[in-house]
Nanobody
């Protein structure tokens, strides 16, 4: 089993920045990739970004490119999401996810076996 714990959420003004962290523990050696998803009130959970542990290749949702950056620290088993130029529509609960399938379509919720509890991000206008 793998446990994922997010941190770093909070309240930020429009145009500001936040960095989320996701710390993985347990059988982390089984993980192939990690991702961030988000879910706004009344909306479906949507893909934000993903990163592979080996090599560090990344995938972004088109709407997040240029403002959000996903990165990882293999030694700390931690994935980060740097969010810049934030907008009120970025308000959501942000979830960290992990997968052990190497052939995953990393932008699909169904690709992930492990999920964190989520961290709230609120962007005020």
């Amino acid at each position: 089993q793998v446990q994922l714990v997010e941190s770093g959420g909070g309240l930020v003004q429009a145009g500001g920045s936040l960095r989320l962290s996701c710390a993985a523990s347990g059988r982390t050696f089984s993980l192939v990739a990690m991702a961030w998803f988000r879910q706004a009130p009344g909306k479906e959970r949507e893909f934000v970004a993903a990163i592979r542990w080996s090599g560090g290749s990344t995938v972004y949702a088109d709407s997040m490119k240029g403002r959000f950056t996903i990165s990882r620290d293999n030694a700390k088993n931690t994935v980060y999401l740097q969010m810049n130029s934030q907008k009120p529509e970025d308000t959501a609960v942000y979830y960290c996810a992990g997968t052990y399938y190497s052939s995953s379509n990393l932008d699909q919720r169904s690709a992930y076996q492990y999920w964190g509890q989520g961290t709230q991000v609120t962007v005020s206008s």
